[in-house]
């Protein structure tokens, strides 16, 4: 791909020194069949003519964007464009070509072919099908009094999840852990007892995990179940620390250094999300009512034999 983009920068810099008029390419082939004339008007924003076709600046703006978009995908921002003069150079070279041949494909009645009409029409389907759509949802919109109300109803949903600073020993046989424990009771320092005897991998920095939030979800926790009920016991306040409990790779004793309560998160922080999801359940919904409309205004036969 390098070598080939490589050669059509070779080839455009070349046009671009030499003229594209020195290319066959850019001249209209002596044999061609006679096309409709153009019309008189030139729209304002054409930046080429071919033949009787018009390229719009927009349609040159769009192939730019595209070009650009993949050579960045294939890790070769070097050959973006990004100047007027690459532009012209594209333009030339690239959608000038790409007209041209469309034209001479019609002339020869390349679209009358089966195969290619067959394409055509199930493109030109997707096109106006995703146009259709795009209308539709073009017309739907959320407001802040419909996001407001639905914070109101479901405060609940936009609670944060309590936070603990956390600390933890874990040693492979329990009778280390009561030994451990033991201290613990007698006022010795967590911490340094985490550095001492924990087998953790948080030994080297005291136990200490950070905050940790009480995830409710099994399949999203980080550390195993019983962990997180030791931890985020209601009998466990800041400063607490807990008996011994088992885990699956020794026995674990934890302190709770201090708590970061659950609160709702204010309206301001989740305007945006809640617009957003509302906005999407609302296009589902045109969608599905548009659907359903136009089932039982065209007709349609499903048949089913015929599915291989």
């Known amino acids: 791909m390098r070598r080939y983009i490589g050669v059509v920068t070779a080839a455009a810099l070349a046009c671009g020194l030499i003229g594209c008029d020195k290319f066959p390419f850019g001249q209209q082939a002596q044999k061609q069949p006679d096309r409709p004339k153009a019309l008189a008007a030139v729209p304002a924003d054409t930046v080429a003519v071919v033949g009787n076709a018009y390229i719009s600046s927009a349609a ?23 100047t007027k003069e690459k532009k012209v150079l594209f333009l030339r070279n690239s959608l000038v070509r790409k007209y041209m041949l469309y034209q001479e494909a019609l002339d020869r009645g390349t679209d009358k072919k089966d195969d290619i009409a067959a394409e055509l029409e199930a493109a030109k389907v997707d096109i106006l099908s995703q146009a259709m759509v795009n209308e539709e949802l073009s017309r739907i919109a959320v407001n802040d009094a419909e996001a407001q109300e639905f914070y109101n109803k479901n405060k609940e949903m936009m609670r944060d999840p309590e936070r603990r600073g ?143």
């Open 60 to 82: 040159l703006r769009k192939a730019v964007e595209l070009y650009n978009n993949l050579v960045a995908a294939q890790g070769m921002p070097q050959q973006k464009i990004d």
């Open 166 to 308: 956390v600390l933890e020993i874990m040693t492979p046989s329990e009778d280390e852990a009561k030994q451990v424990n033991i201290q613990l009771l007698q006022n010795a320092d967590f911490a340094a007892l985490a550095r001492q005897f924990s087998k953790a991998p948080s030994a080297a920095s005291g136990g200490d995990l950070g905050l940790i939030a009480l995830e409710f979800d099994p399949k999203k926790r980080v550390r195993f179940d019983k962990f997180y009920e030791v931890a985020f016991s209601p009998s466990l306040d800041a400063g607490g620390i807990s008996s011994i409990f088992k885990g699956p790779d020794g026995y674990y004793i934890v302190k709770v250094e201090k708590i970061e309560k659950s609160e709702v998160k204010p309206f301001a922080e989740v305007k945006a999300d809640i617009k957003e999801a509302l906005l999407y359940d609302k296009r589902q919904e045109a969608i599905t009512a548009l659907a359903d409309k136009l089932t039982g205004q065209i007709k349609v036969e499903v048949r089913e034999e015929k599915v291989e």
